[in-house]
T-cell receptor, first 112, second 113 residues
Framework: DAKTTQPPSMDCAEGRAANLPCNHSTISGNEYVYWYRQIHSQGPQYIIHGLKNNETNEMASLIITEDRKSSTLILPHATLRDTAVYYCIVRIPNTGGFKTIFGAGTRLFVKA | ETGVTQSPTHLIKTRGQQVTLRCSSQSGHNTVSWYQQALGQGPQFIFQYYREEENGRGNFPPRFSGLQFPNYSSELNVNALELDDSALYLC????????????FGSGTRLTVV
């Protein structure tokens, strides 16, 4: 099973870009990279996903390296409300379905 | 459109008891997954249901069981509760078995004493 590695915590100044890295060196060719975040006492919130190409939506940008062994989630202008745990996940097929395996994530602290 | 709703929000049970947690999927979603999240850890996959059948399971014992109903709502049942079962239980729905992006509920906080 492909797994991900993320730094346990990061700090970012309010208004600056937050760049959250993720290593997934054993990712297979048909697995997608997904990012979720979890604000305290709430369920995880989907942010973005990608396969090979870089992706952007209203929340963030996802940069995937050409060899797909790592990716970076970019929050272009971090706000205090972006303080959360960010999870990088790769999708794994399992008995006809998919299971989403969460690691420990990166705890992002956005400071004023 | 409504999101994923879970009930109850909090629950206290005694060791050895049984518990049923409930989840209403987001409108249009036919797949539901359940996760257990211990304090300070990431969510751990329990199982997934697609069109009323279990089609994926994590490393949880058989005393964790589930159901999905024709309206795609779901239940998680845990028998013979243990102290280590104390956790936040999250339900997530998506539009297909392999769909992109799950919508999570806010969870049920279960405390076993």
């Amino acid at each position: 099973d492909a797994k991900t590695t993320q730094p346990p915590s990061m700090d970012c100044a309010e208004g600056r870009a937050a760049n959250l890295p993720c290593n997934h060196s054993t990712i297979s060719g048909n697995e997608y990279v997904y990012w979720y975040r979890q604000i305290h006492s709430q369920g995880p919130q989907y942010i973005i996903h990608g396969l090979k190409n870089n992706e952007t939506n209203e929340m963030a940008s996802l940069i995937i390296t050409e060899d797909r062994k790592s990716s970076t989630l970019i929050l272009p202008h971090a706000t205090l409300r972006d303080t959360a745990v960010y999870y990088c996940i790769v999708r794994i097929p399992n008995t006809g379905g998919f299971k989403t395996i969460f690691g420990a994530g990166t705890r992002l602290f956005v400071k004023a | 459109e409504t999101g994923v709703t879970q009930s109850p929000t909090h629950l206290i049970k005694t060791r050895g008891q049984q518990v049923t947690l409930r989840c209403s999927s987001q409108s249009g979603h036919n797949t539901v997954s359940w996760y257990q999240q211990a304090l300070g850890q990431g969510p751990q996959f329990i199982f997934q249901y697609y069109r009323e059948e279990e089609n994926g399971r994590g490393n949880f014992p058989p005393r964790f069981s589930g159901l999905q109903f024709p309206n795609y709502s779901s239940e998680l049942n845990v028998n013979a509760l243990e102290l280590d079962d104390s956790a936040l239980y999250l339900c997530a729905s998506s539009w297909s078995s392999g769909g992109h992006g799950y919508t999570f509920g806010s969870g049920t906080r279960l405390t076993v004493v």
